[in-house]
């Protein structure tokens, strides 16, 4: 029965495709754990570094000799959105909705009347910005083959962001990526890298935000040193959430997916059945009339 | 009252808790942090942080350097890298030594930034192997 086989190809074919998306969830389940556990680590650093400057930010407004990847450089016309995704794909909505909140933050800055300038770090955003930016991509940074990402990346790319800085290629610059909250839920997050958000929240202003540090050695030696950094720890920390949030979609979407695949060989294996039963039936039938016509 | 201290290095939260003083190796000296101290942002060179419960000292850490934030009433170390003393080997600091004196004898000199880098770098290996050698 030709029905009958090309069933039997369809379950087959579906039954492999579910062994590849449950062994692609069980390798990210494995991958997250050591991802969850970096990001979370490099998350007190992060904050106690934007904590600080948060508060130096507010202490050097009005200050015009500030540095400018401090307080920026006074203009606001060019954006620059950098967009943090995964190389690879088959993570669900996950690099996809990155895509969407740079291209609609782009969209509405561009409405605003400013010029927008793009960077894609992962391979898979830079192929969605491409489609509508593709003229306005500055420069892609992608990691793949590599197992993961070490803090000298985000330092690399922290340098080459502050060099297009000091040559004036943008004036302001916000870092997209995937917030790693749980397995299930990474939240597409806006953050601000230059010029440094200011301290605006009271728990702030009541922890002393107001106080004017004293520094040693003299400011200006020492912000040359503190920004770079801060600048790298806030893009590291980024990309190692970016790197647990893309394990935990993968292995939610496979999730998914392998379940979908069970649900449709149960569907298929029972149309095979019935159609089974159904022509052995008939052959009876034309059996026993044949018979009975003798 | 006593000050809250906190070390964190980029991979992890090391120490977070109430102390009576604190002593971090400022890149132009030690500075001790009291409770009431006048906020400050200090670069920190390698060396050792010494924490103070009561007038005893309870505890040494080696830092390879970074930056400090004090206030009046915390104390936060955000080093580029942190451990307990126990954890420092001479043999590991040697090595680190060999590496920066051969980064700094191929930095260009006349790149100042890049000068003083490498010299930070040397300079905090050769503190890693003084701690180390420490009883």
Redesign the interface.
């Given at each position: 029965m030709a029905n009958l086989k090309a069933l039997r190809i369809r379950i087959d074919s579906v039954k492999s495709t579910q062994k590849i998306t449950s062994a692609m969830k069980l390798v990210s389940a494995s991958k997250l754990r050591r991802a969850q556990i970096r990001a979370e680590a490099a998350r007190p650093y992060a904050e106690r570094m934007e904590r600080m400057l948060a508060t130096l930010a507010a202490s050097a407004a009005g200050n015009p000799a500030a540095p400018p990847l401090l307080v920026g450089n006074g203009r606001e016309a060019t954006h620059l959105i950098v967009a943090v995704t995964a190389d690879r794909g088959l993570a669900g909505a996950f690099n996809a909705s990155i895509g969407r909140a740079a291209r609609t933050l782009a969209r509405r800055l561009e409405a605003e009347g400013k010029q927008v300038k793009l960077a894609a770090i992962g391979r898979k955003g830079r192929d969605f910005l491409r489609r509508d930016f593709g003229d306005r991509i500055i420069f892609d940074v992608s990691f793949a083959g590599r197992k993961q990402v070490e803090f000298a990346d985000a330092e690399a790319i922290a340098q080459r962001l502050i060099t297009l800085m000091q040559s004036g290629a943008f004036d302001v610059c916000t870092l997209v990526y995937n917030r790693f909250v749980s397995v299930i839920s990474q939240v597409p997050t806006e953050a601000r890298l230059i010029p440094a958000p200011v301290a605006a929240a009271p728990a702030a202003e009541a922890s002393g935000a107001r106080a004017i540090y004293e520094f040693e050695p003299e400011e200006e030696g020492l912000l040359a040193r503190l920004l770079p950094q801060n600048l790298a720890v806030q893009i590291y920390k980024a990309l190692v959430e970016s790197a647990a949030g893309e394990q935990g979609a993968r292995m939610t979407a496979m999730d998914n997916a392998t379940r979908n695949a069970g649900d449709m060989i149960k569907r298929l294996t029972l149309d095979y059945n019935r159609s089974r039963q159904a022509n052995i039936t008939r052959e009876l039938i034309e059996i026993i009339s044949g018979a009975e016509a003798v | 009252m006593p000050t809250a201290l906190?070390i964190?290095?980029?991979?992890?939260?090391l120490l977070s808790r109430e102390v009576d003083m604190v002593v971090v190796p400022?890149?132009?000296g030690d500075?001790g942090v009291l409770p009431g101290h006048?906020?400050?942002?200090?670069?920190l060179r390698g060396g050792l942080i010494r924490i103070f419960e009561g007038a005893k000292e309870t505890s040494r850490m080696f830092v390879a350097g970074g930056?400090a934030?004090i206030?009046?009433?915390?104390c936060?170390v955000?080093a580029s890298e942190v451990s307990p003393l126990a954890e420092i080997s001479k043999s590991a600091a040697e090595r680190r030594i060999n590496e920066a004196e051969a980064a700094y004898a191929a930095v260009d000199k006349a790149d100042v930034a890049a000068r003083d880098a490498t010299l930070d770098h040397l300079q905090s290996a050769r503190a890693m192997r003084e701690v180390a050698e420490a009883p």
């Open positions: - | 906190e964190v290095s980029p991979e992890r939260l400022g890149s132009e500075i006048a906020p400050m942002i200090v670069l930056f934030e206030t009046t009433t915390r936060t955000l």
